[in-house]
């Protein structure tokens, strides 16, 4: 069974810029959440998305958006790009049910120059 | 504010040692995720604790849940170099999915 993948896996951006993230969910997962991960802060929740729809957010500036489509992918977008947002971006999957258990891609790493 | 507290931040134990790392907090969840991340990669779930006073085992390491369900701790027995990583606990609430409130993490390096 593949896993989560996350593209792209690194990139390099200026500040000011726009980027979008994509996330394919393990096959039979509908449920898909976005982190940012930062040395300082940790592992930070950005939003869930279910069956198109987002169903919880995160504490984060509206640069930061997400969507998803109808085969369960989601993309999330960041713009006007600050220094701040290089971080790693990870993208979780679950079936949402049970006791809440997330599986993770390897992450997209942004660096904001 | 960190609403999980882990600790110790850092470990660094010789091969065949034991270590246990905590996880604390002042809110009540409805479960209790510990995930294990190596450099490069995201993180990968080891364990999910739900009920208060639930021990689980997996292998050598050794997962408790508190009575009240505010605080967890993983053990680890004869640690090997292969258990080298950045330990993670997240607490869940039943009414926020995909929401997890994860910890600051544990960097535990074993060595040969």
């Known amino acids: 069974k593949a896993g989560v993948t996350q593209t792209p896996r690194y990139l390099i951006k200026t500040r000011g810029q726009q980027v979008t993230l994509s996330c394919s969910p393990i096959s039979g997962h509908r449920s898909v959440s976005w982190y940012q991960q930062t040395p300082g802060q940790g592992l930070q929740f950005l939003f869930e998305?279910?069956?198109?729809?987002?169903?919880n957010k995160g504490n984060f500036p509206g640069r930061f958006s997400g969507r998803q489509f109808s085969n369960s992918r989601s993309e999330m977008n960041v713009s006007t790009l600050e220094l701040g947002d290089s971080a790693l971006y990870l993208c979780a999957s679950s079936i949402r049910g049970g006791t809440g258990e997330l599986f993770f891609g390897e992450g997209s790493r942004l660096t904001v120059l | 504010t960190q609403l999980l507290e882990q600790s110790p931040q850092f470990l660094s134990i010789q091969e065949g040692e034991n270590l246990t790392v905590y996880c604390n907090s002042s809110s009540v969840f409805s479960s209790l995720q510990w995930y294990r991340q190596e450099p490069g990669e995201g993180p990968v779930l080891l364990v999910t604790?739900?009920?208060?006073?639930e021990v689980k085992k997996l292998k050598r390491l050794t997962f408790q849940f508190g009575d009240a369900r505010k605080d967890s701790s993983l053990h680890i027995t004869a640690a090997q170099t292969g258990d080298t990583g950045l330990y993670l606990c997240a607490g869940a609430w039943a009414d926020s999915w995909g929401k997890l409130q994860f910890g600051a993490g544990t960097q535990v390096v074993v060595t040969p």
């Open positions: 604790v739900v009920t208060g006073g």
């Open positions: 998305y279910f069956s198109e729809t987002q169903r």
